[in-house]
């Protein structure tokens, strides 16, 4: 069965020092490759002729799992951006006195560290040192000894065993150059103002307690019905004649030339003007830019309307990463 494509965790737009356009191209560019070359990587198992060589058996093996790493470890690391909050005097790179953190981390890191400086001080000094290579720093969480500490996790595949990840710093070049060019150090010193501590409390408090790492979708919910960008693309193909309306508000569209290639730009502000332009007997699939509210809201209406209506997860966001077309949108609209 393929991996799908997961929506973005984080509001890109809503983050202090990390553009929307980095972090949205890291999401679809990097992230979205790493989904669809491990599907790549899947089917070549799966159609594996055991008559090949044991040695090409085992290099795919390598591909996969550093691939399910990469997913993995992307998904994680969108998830836990997002909770900035004005950084404070002591909220620079290295203070002893940094007080972003949250009291409920600051007990729950002394499972593993003396206190929270010591922790961050090896977290940063960690990530400093991948500045001129590449590899992911992670704070993990031994089931086995009831301990946190922090890996370096490189080529995706590195992982203390029986342990599950909290928080995830990607420190590959891609993750801050457009950015920050060379300057890891700004890049670290940002992404700890960027911390989303509920979601790595969250975790935590799961990990603890032997449960799963909790489901971060933002677009999930069960009360609007909703759709995959797979699903859509499924939909697409088998001729139903879905009518997809891509319902980016306006002053985002004014930023983006494109949008999903056989898709119709309708402002999600005047649906009463639209509405009526619909097929009234054909499904509705309407997305948004990452599926967190707009598409859901525009959704809820045309489902109020009697119209069969679903919103795309991750909108055009999630459909680019999966490798979606896209089309320039018509000059008019
Ligand atoms: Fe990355």
């Not at 997002?82 to 007990?107: C, H, I, K, M």
């Not at 307690?209 to 759709?227: A, F, I, R």
Request: net charge negative; aromatic share 10%.
């Amino acid at each position: 069965m393929p991996y799908e494509i997961a929506p973005i965790g984080v509001r890109a737009s809503l983050l202090s020092g990390l553009s929307e356009q980095m972090v949205v191209g890291h999401y679809e560019n990097h992230y979205g490759k790493a989904v669809r070359a491990l599907n790549d990587v899947g089917r070549e198992l799966a159609a594996f002729d055991a008559a090949a060589p044991p040695n090409r058996l085992g290099r795919l093996k390598q591909e996969e799992l550093s691939l399910l790493g990469s997913v993995t470890l992307h998904e994680l690391y969108f998830a836990n951006l997002g909770g900035y909050r004005r950084a404070g005097p002591n909220s620079g790179l290295g203070r002893p006195d940094w007080r972003e953190v949250p009291d409920d981390f600051t007990q729950e890191i002394t499972a593993g560290f003396a206190d929270t400086d010591t922790w961050r001080r090896e977290f940063t000094a960690m990530a400093q040192s991948l500045a001129s290579g590449s590899g992911w720093v992670v704070l993990t969480w031994s089931r086995r000894h009831k301990r946190f500490l922090n890996q370096i996790a490189t080529d995706h595949t590195q992982a203390a065993v029986d342990s599950a990840p909290v928080l995830v710093l990607d420190m590959y070049e891609h993750a801050y150059q457009m950015d920050f060019g060379a300057n890891a150090t700004a890049y670290i010193d940002t992404f700890f103002r960027n911390i989303n501590w509920e979601v790595v409390l969250k975790r935590i408090k799961a990990v603890r307690e032997n449960q799963p790492l909790p489901k971060e979708d933002p677009s999930w919910t069960t009360n609007v019905p909703s759709l995959s960008v797979e699903e859509l693309a499924a939909q697409i193909a088998d001729g139903t004649g879905v009518q997809v309306i891509d319902a980016r508000q306006r002053n985002h569209m004014s930023l983006h030339p494109d949008l999903m290639a056989g898709a119709t730009w309708r402002d999600p502000d005047r649906i009463e003007e639209w509405i009526g332009e619909l097929a009234p007997n054909k499904p509705v699939a309407v997305y948004c830019a990452w599926g967190f509210d707009v598409g859901r809201n525009v959704t809820k209406t045309l489902m109020e309307r009697g119209i069969d209506a679903r919103f795309v997860r991750g909108g055009i966001s999630a459909w680019y990463a999966a490798g979606g077309a896209r089309a320039l949108k018509p000059t008019a609209g």
